[in-house]
């Protein structure tokens, strides 16, 4: 049992570039979040998921997207990289949000420069 | 709408030392209350939940007591070691989110 795993570990982008993070959980939880944590503050909510097929946005979804063709991926695409993207990335899941917690990855940092 | 406001950091504090972190919260409905532990360089981890007003969460010597009178859900510790020095974030969930507070940083000094 891996939990959830996320890839790659770090990268460094140029400006402009694109690429997909990704995750995956075998713990068969429906629910899946991506958030970013910039420095010294809390986690914001990028997408999320509430099940193979469909996805929702959160707090800051612009310059991202998400697709979750089954229940263990749930990948993030970043396209046309910029700065401002530059950050942790960490992805979660849970098996349900009412009154379960979420299990979260290691984590992906990105920096944009 | 929801969110979550914790006490700002960094804390430090010597070993053996009581901890207290304030954490309140605003939320529609019957949100769960949850603190998670971030360690340098890792994803965060749950520490404690409780899922109704009254009930008190606890593990590895940290309590927490979900208030709803206060809204409130205040974690402690009676005696920090050095081990316990990470982030402390307190969240809430409601519907299909979660909600973070911005995270306290605790360094436990020998």
């Known amino acids: ?113 | 709408g929801n969110s979550v406001t914790q006490m700002e950091g960094p804390v430090t504090l010597s070993e053996e030392a009581f901890l207290t972190i304030n954490c309140t919260y605003t939320a529609t409905g019957y949100p769960s209350l949850f603190w998670y532990v971030q360690y340098p360089g890792e994803g965060l981890q749950l520490l404690l939940k409780a899922t109704k007003a009254d009930d008190k969460g606890s593990n590895k010597g940290f309590e927490a007591t979900y208030r709803k009178e206060t809204t409130s859900f205040h974690l402690e510790k009676g005696s920090v070691q050095v081990s316990d020095s990470a982030v402390y974030f307190c969240a809430l969930n409601t519907g299909n989110q979660f909600y973070f507070g911005t995270g306290t940083s605790l360094t436990v000094i020998p």
């Open chain 1, 1 to 113: 049992n891996a939990g959830v795993t996320q890839t790659p570990k770090f990268r460094i982008l140029k400006i402009g570039q694109s690429m997909t993070l990704q995750c995956a959980q075998d713990m068969n939880h429906n629910y899946m979040y991506w958030y970013r944590q910039d420095p010294g503050m809390g986690l914001k909510l990028i997408y999320y998921s509430v099940g193979a097929g469909i996805t929702d946005k959160g707090e800051v979804p612009n310059g991202y997207n998400v697709s979750r063709s089954t229940t263990e991926d749930f990948p993030l695409r970043l396209e046309l990289a910029a700065p401002s993207q530059t950050s942790v990335y960490f992805c979660a899941s849970s098996y349900d949000p009412s009154g379960y917690e979420q299990y979260f990855g290691p984590g992906t940092r990105l920096t944009v420069t």
